[in-house]
């Protein structure tokens, strides 16, 4: 069975830091791409960030360009997504999902076959 469990979220002073993880059972993070993605209510889900560790290559969706980095520690099956200069309108639930993922045109496609429960991020201003 499959799980990933997000963990690391809180409550940060806007210009904080937190560090999402992301641990995986069940399944190798180098067979896949690992995205994480946030959801505030009554809003659509927004992909965060996306890794491939097989070519490298990320995604960075444009509002946290700068601030964010991804990575992914492959022996200990863990991803993680740095979150610096934290603004409130990071506010949201974190989610991290493993998959596939495209830019095309600087537009994220993605299909992602296992989800994690997310973790509440709230930065205050």
């Given amino acids: 069975e499959v799980q990933l469990q997000a963990s690391g979220g809180g409550l940060v002073q806007a210009g904080g830091s937190l560090r999402l993880s992301c641990a995986a059972s069940g399944i190798n993070f180098d067979s896949y791409s690992i995205g994480w993605f946030r959801q505030v209510p009554g809003k659509e889900r927004e992909g965060v960030s996306m890794f491939n560790s097989r070519d490298g290559s990320t995604y960075f969706t444009d509002s946290v360009k700068g601030r964010f980095t991804i990575s992914s520690d492959n022996v200990k099956n863990t991803a993680y997504l740095q979150m610096n200069v934290l ?14 993922f495209a830019v095309v045109s600087g537009v994220l496609y993605y299909d992602m076959y296992h989800w994690g429960k997310g973790t509440q991020v709230t930065v205050s201003s």
């Fill in 87 to 100: 603004k409130p309108e990071d506010t949201a639930v974190y989610y991290c999902a493993v998959g596939n």
